[in-house]
């Protein structure tokens, strides 16, 4: 065999070995290949009987679920001064008042016992306070006469008064007749002399409704114009105006003169009257310092005593034509003012003690029970109207359940729920920063 054979020989067994050994690693790496993708497959499956497993086994029944305590109370609220707001009013027996004066301003801060405003009847009832006034000088002068005796002088001196009374009246009783007269005499020349123009005004009115007539007739027939028929109806019209005017004068002039009769009249009499009680009190007073007696000193006393009680009540009505402030506090809002009737449902002013401002917030009926007496709570602005926290503290607790009064933002709240009204007294802080932010909305949390 030739060298050139054997080396052909041997490529070959060279090649076929290569061969051998490249198809072995390929089997080998191919059963590697399925065992981990057998291994994976298992793993997977016994992962998911593991979880199906547990998600069909049945809850431990034996072990109950607690629900989260809750930490806080949130309520609806609305922020007002301490003591609530006070709207100022007359007393009722003082209906139909008006506002004379006001004293204050919106905003202004007031103390207890200052004066609000004045009502329109006061100059009446310091009038009355003047009038019981000089009542108990009186009263108290015919005690002191009584209890110092009669004297010729002070008899003299009654008995000039007495008959300066009875001259007075008889002066006003001759004087009487004359301004009657003279008014009456008045009212009948007014009447003649009004009756006299009437007349004339008449005849005139006559005149230029046969004028208008006679202008009427030749207006239709063509012989004049229309403006000329026109300008005859208009001195007609003013004939018939200044014969109603006359008439109108008249009637009004002789009212006057009538009515000026009757007010003559009155005033005589309530002179007259004014003057014989006066000489019957000054006869009485005569009589009395004419003798005196235990009995007349205690009935003088008794006089005093009435007269100082009438002065107590009169000055009373008076001090009722005085609004004062109950309390201090800041004036929020003026209803009334000076001129206008007194606001039959709000008063004259708001009154309210802002130094000291709390939240009234209505916690659900549901939650009353956790609410107690000292706790904290966190007040915040629902819509903005401040922007920091408040502080507070429970003060008070409602005995009644009601309605809502603040009204939710929120369309689908419920608001007919029953709620407990929960007074929170805001610290001093607090206080001052919404002093000027009396009925706001607010968000109360009060913490349990």
Known sequence: MSESAVSKKSRLAI?????????????????IAISLLGLLSGATTLVYALRLRQNQSPPDISTPTVSP???AVSALG?????????NLAPAPNQGGAKVEKLLVKEGETVKKGQPIAILDNFQRRQATVDVARQAVNVAQSNLAIVQAGAKTGEIQAQQATIEKLEAELAGETATH??????LRAELA????????????LQAELQDAEREFQRYQKLAQDGVISTSDLEQRQLELEQARERLEEARARRKKTVNTLNESLQEESAKFQKTTNTLNKQIQEAKATLSRIAEIRPVDVEKEQAEVNKAIAELKQAQTDLDLSYIKAPS??????????????????????????????????????????RVKVGQKAMIKSENG??????????????????????????????????????????TPESSRRVSGLTYAKVVAEILL
């Open 69 to 71: 305590r809750l930490e």
């Open 15 to 31: 090649k076929a070995q290569a061969q051998l050994r490249t198809w072995a690693i390929t089997k080998w790496r191919c059963a």
């Open 189 to 200: 020349g007014e009447q003649q002399e009004q009756t006299a123009t009437i007349e004339r």
């Open 78 to 86: 609305r922020l007002e001064p301490y003591g609530e707001v006070i």
């Open 177 to 182: 007749p004359e301004i009657m007269a003279r």
């Open 385 to 426: 109207t401040f922007t920091n926290t408040l502080q507070g503290t429970v003060e008070q607790i409602g005995l009644q359940i009601g309605k809502k009064d603040v009204l939710n933002t929120d369309p689908a709240a419920d608001v007919d729920v029953r709620v407990v009204e929960v007074k929170i007294l805001l």
């Open 328 to 369: 201090d506090g800041q004036i929020l809002k003026i209803h009334s003012y000076p001129g206008e009737m007194v606001d039959s449902e709000n008063g004259i002013v708001e009154l309210g003690k802002t130094d000291q401002m709390m939240v009234i917030a209505e916690v659900y009926e549901s939650d009353i029970g």
